[in-house]
């Protein structure tokens, strides 16, 4: 029998006694403090993967590109030589590659004129991951014979032109090869409105067929601006990127995302650096408040350590018995703490009772991560963390004298 823990289970506060109260509330504090550290995990994680698919679908998790020394916003065309874009199929990491290229352009409807930027894309395009961005109407059908003269618009765009699907816009495109420079319309249909919240997506850019962009500038079907990568794990993005400067021509530059709207990433980066601080706070109170609760607890039990001592129970004994007591408080603590933290997010998840401004969160709702590897690391090192605490209230039994404690009153 482990006598040590036989009496620490033993050891409770009757009625509304002091360290009854204490207990309730250390109880408390641990599961409202591991409640609030899964919720934030949770939502920070919603947080960045719904901001990040959001960009990789958008633009893939790596760019490659021609390499030049203006800075122009329409791509230098090249033709893809390198097996690693021709036949990416016998690259384990790369799970799709697509062309695009991109072509500067007036977007008119019969009330607004707008800057836009043409993104035109070809049938290799992952409709199913940009799907998720799609609000109204649906993606264009590409055509067999030229090219579609269909098109997707943003929804904050389409308030902008007061236009929306299955209404024609007008498309001006300058001619830089004619002299004087003239100008060409094209005139195309709305089938669709996309929706990202990021404004260097929604505010600027429209998608089309790559044929229309090929056939303004005069370039053949093989011809392309760049190539969009996806890769199967995205913890393998560097992985892919040193395999583009290995395997592709010198004349070609490989470029991550997470690089090209490195303001995102590194604004995430500083969310999650909070949040560290954030849970270290909590996770400090909570510790706090169970070394507080064992020492009330040794004060009020004074005469009972002063009996063991006199009946023969070492330091390591009595001390162990208190160390037991603060974990079976903090399980009770953990176990409603994962209740509460796991029911609340489930409800956000499944309702979406809590909306955000899309303006300045970039989604509508609090979004929920489910990642059970963070919740399980998260519950063992609260109870680690503070079952080591636990150890240093319990020092003060070696300075009390049996007959002492026994007198004590």
């Not at 204490?22 to 947080?47: D, E, K, N, R, Y």
């Not at 470029?255 to 560290?276: C, R, T």
Request: net charge neutral; proline share 3%; glycine share 6%.
């Amino acid at each position: 029998m482990n006598l040590s823990y036989y009496i620490s289970k033993r050891l409770k506060s009757h009625g509304n006694s002091f360290s009854s109260i204490v207990h309730t509330i250390a109880t408390a504090s641990i599961c409202i403090g591991l409640a609030v550290m899964l919720i934030s995990v949770m939502i920070l994680g919603g947080f960045t993967s719904t901001i990040e698919n959001k960009i990789y679908s958008f633009s893939g998790h790596l760019q490659v590109v021609k390499f030049t020394l203006n800075n122009a916003i329409e791509e230098s065309p090249f033709v893809p030589k390198s097996k690693l874009l021709t036949a990416p199929q016998e690259f384990e990491e790369i799970r799709h590659i697509q062309e695009y290229s991109h072509k500067a352009t007036l977007l008119k409807s019969d009330q607004e004129v707008h800057g836009v930027l043409l993104k035109g894309v070809g049938p290799s395009f992952d409709i199913a991951s940009f799907s998720q961005n799609i609000v109204e109407g649906k993606f264009f059908t590409f055509s067999d014979s030229t090219y579609s003269r269909e098109i997707l618009i943003s929804k904050k765009m389409s308030r902008i032109m007061r236009v929306g699907v299955d209404d024609k816009v007008i498309l001006n495109f300058m001619d830089f090869n004619t002299t004087p420079p003239s100008l060409r319309t094209r005139r195309l249909l709305v089938t669709g409105l996309y929706e990202t919240g990021l404004e260097d997506f929604d505010d600027h850019i429209i998608i089309g067929d790559i044929g229309l962009i090929r056939r303004l500038n005069n370039w053949n079907d093989s011809l392309v601006g760049g190539y969009e990568i996806f890769v199967k794990d995205v913890s393998q993005i560097a992985k892919v990127e040193r395999l583009l400067y290995d395997q592709l021509e010198y004349d070609l530059y490989p470029q991550k995302v997470s690089d090209k709207y490195i303001q995102f990433f590194d604004w995430m980066k500083l969310i999650v650096k909070n949040e560290v601080i954030f849970l270290a706070i909590i996770t400090f109170v909570a510790c706090f408040n169970m070394a507080s609760v064992l020492l009330i607890m040794i004060m009020e039990r004074t005469q009972m350590i002063g009996l063991l001592k006199a009946m023969g129970a070492n330091n390591k004994l009595v001390r162990k018995i208190f160390v037991y007591r603060g974990m079976l408080l903090m399980g009770k603590g953990m176990l409603f703490g994962n209740l509460l933290g796991i029911g609340l997010a489930y409800i956000q998840d499944k309702f979406k009772i809590v909306p955000l401004d899309p303006q300045n969160y970039y989604m509508e709702f609090v979004p929920i991560q489910w990642d059970w590897s963070m919740v399980i690391i998260l519950n063992l090192l609260t109870f680690l963390i503070i079952s080591l605490v636990l150890f240093l209230p319990t020092r003060i039994i070696t300075s009390i004298s049996p007959i002492q404690s026994i007198r004590f009153d």
